[in-house]
């Protein structure tokens, strides 16, 4: 019963305080409507809502998520410095990252990490082969670059999803 | 307002308007496409972040209780850049495959 009124426990929690915040006060009136949308709003987009693998480990995601916050702003310096400094020596490059993940929720998230952590930018999903197709600034060493990603990036995300 | 809220604030809106400054000299200097698509989605997430946490860290400090829209901003930014860039990017994998006379040379610099 709670199931069917309740689709996406998350989805509702995530709304709500997203419409909390958005009014940008606590009074009952806000809360109440935002009660209601969290309520209405998973039921309506649930057929548009594909069947995802559930969050398992909601504590490793917080610190995954810290993490990859420290690494934009890390990064974000040195793209910064290469972008003022001299760009011959700059070696972009395309990149594939052979994927094992399977799940087409599980690779956007990955994909868009990867276009927010600097200096890649995820171009491609191939979901016929599994294959991401990234785009480096700089990248004197492919390996190192894939490497990167897998381990620090991809094999955190299948565990919070268990996938 | 308190200096340090003062100086707080202000060391952000620099910090934010620096990276968006880095973001655009990356855009104008990079020599082409699929490179200058790394200046704007990066600096400018940083820099906006930066500006949007001054705006938070300044409203609530002059106004009573906490101002948390400013994340609402932050969060609605991370999600969307990813998939510009990535619409861009396709787009212009398009066009390359399109014209297969610059597609070796442009892809391979």
């Not at chain 2, 994340?71 to 297969?100: E, G």
Request: aromatic share 8%.
């Amino acid at each position: 019963m709670i199931r069917r009124l309740i689709p996406r426990p998350l989805l509702s929690i995530t709304l709500f305080i997203l419409w909390v915040v958005l009014n940008n006060e606590v009074s009952i009136a806000t809360m109440m409507l935002g009660f209601l949308l969290a309520l209405t709003m998973p039921l309506v987009v649930r057929p548009f809502w594909p069947d995802g693998p559930r969050l398992v480990r909601p504590g490793m995601a917080f610190s995954f998520a810290l993490r990859v916050l420290t690494d934009i702003v890390v990064a974000n310096w040195s793209v910064s410095r290469r972008v003022v400094g001299p760009i011959r020596n700059l070696s972009p490059a395309f990149v594939e990252v052979p994927l094992d993940v399977r799940d087409p929720f599980v690779a956007t998230i990955l994909a868009s990490i990867v276009s927010l952590t600097p200096g890649t930018v995820s171009i491609d999903v191939d979901q016929n082969h599994w294959v991401l197709k990234v785009h480096a600034l700089d990248a004197p060493d492919h390996e190192a670059l894939v490497h990167q990603i897998k381990w620090r990036y991809e094999k955190p995300i299948r565990e919070i999803f268990a996938c | 307002m308190s200096a340090f809220i003062e100086i707080m604030v202000s060391a952000l809106i620099l910090l934010g308007s620096a990276f968006a400054l880095l973001g655009s000299i990356g855009l104008a200097r990079l020599p082409d496409f699929f490179t200058r698509l790394h200046g704007p989605t990066k600096a400018t997430t940083l820099g906006v972040g930066a500006m949007v946490l001054a705006s938070a860290v300044y409203f609530t400090a002059t106004q009573p209780g906490f101002s948390l829209h400013e994340i609402a901003v932050m969060v609605f930014l991370f999600i969307t850049a990813p998939v510009s860039a990535h619409l861009l990017a396709k787009a212009a994998l398009h066009r390359l495959s399109a014209r297969p006379d610059t597609h070796a040379s442009e892809l391979g610099k």
